[in-house]
């Protein structure tokens, strides 16, 4: 256990298994353990498929240039291991699929995970029970790990506004521990919460580059993309550019997301003073945004309030300290490269 003079952590690295156990739960209905274990043969295998390495990153930028299929079967130790773990996950998906399809009805009635969800649908093969599961944990837990590492990166370095997101959060939602449940009607009510998650959102997007290919020819403000155009979309760019955010759009203001009231104190300013609705990209935008973002947000603030209600989190290196400092290891996630090394102190009385 903690004591109250802190210890040494690597956000990073908690971070991911804690939205690791998170999506396991939602995904599977099944604890993956990372918390408690972080040996775990399938945190481990996580891993391998995440880990940025030089070779990833170099393979990522040939997947925009050369088709996929392609690269993937370039004779490479990356692509080998990634194919080796993803065979290893998805024998774990199997076998879970052939545990809940071996219960009786009545033990997986209550289950609300998404495979148990698309098991009672009856329509799905169990090969694409399998490609649906893989997507939505390739998808739903680095991005997660990544948001909250930024988080606790962000408030480390603003102090004042992590006491003041620490005083909201100990008013109005009683301590996990206390054995009470809080609906996500509740935590969506914290002005202060919901105006930290946003900005953390807006200036850490996980995922930075989208992709996209112009199926026709086409002219985008009067420029001419003729089809088979490769375009990235740089989400960072548009969720940082002044024109659309105003002058201090570089800035860390959880309070452009919050409007003075007279009479509630602190009301939410959904749009956060951006001109437009399409300033903030970090889940995309249009038909193929994040079909997880109703879930990534509330999961996201639900984490955070439990940190940040228990926990004072102060940078540890201070090379770190400023975002000029930061090393960034940019992967399908970005995340600090060599983790996020922070002291954590138990704050008593909650
Ligand atoms: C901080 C959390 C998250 C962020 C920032 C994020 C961001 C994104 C972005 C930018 C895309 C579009 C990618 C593209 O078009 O190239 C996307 C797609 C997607 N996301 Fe998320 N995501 C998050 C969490 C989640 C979670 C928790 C889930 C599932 C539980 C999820 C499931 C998906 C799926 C299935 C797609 C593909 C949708 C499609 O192509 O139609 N995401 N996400």
Redesign the pocket.
Known sequence: MPSNNGFEMDIANWASRYALDI?GLAGFGKDFGAIRNQCNPLVETYNTIFKVTKQKRALFFLGALFPWSMVRSLPLPHNRDFSQATKAIRQNCQAIIQYKRAMSNDTCAQDIDLLSIAMKNGRFSDEDLINQVM??LG??HE??AS?LTWAVYALALHPEIQQQLREEIRKKLAPIDSGSEHSFDVISRLPLLYAVCNEVFRMF???RI??REAVCDIFVQDIAIPRGTKIMIS?CATNMDKKLWGPDAADFNPYRWLIKDDEEGLKINSGGGAISNYAML???QGH?I????G??RA??ACMLAGWIGRFDFQMKDKESMDMNGVKFASGITVKPENGLRVSVKVVPGY
């Open positions: 999506i997507t939505f998808a739903g991005t997660t948001i997007p996980p995922v989208t992709m989400s970090t889940f995309s193929r994040c079909i997880g973002q879930f990534a999961e996201f």
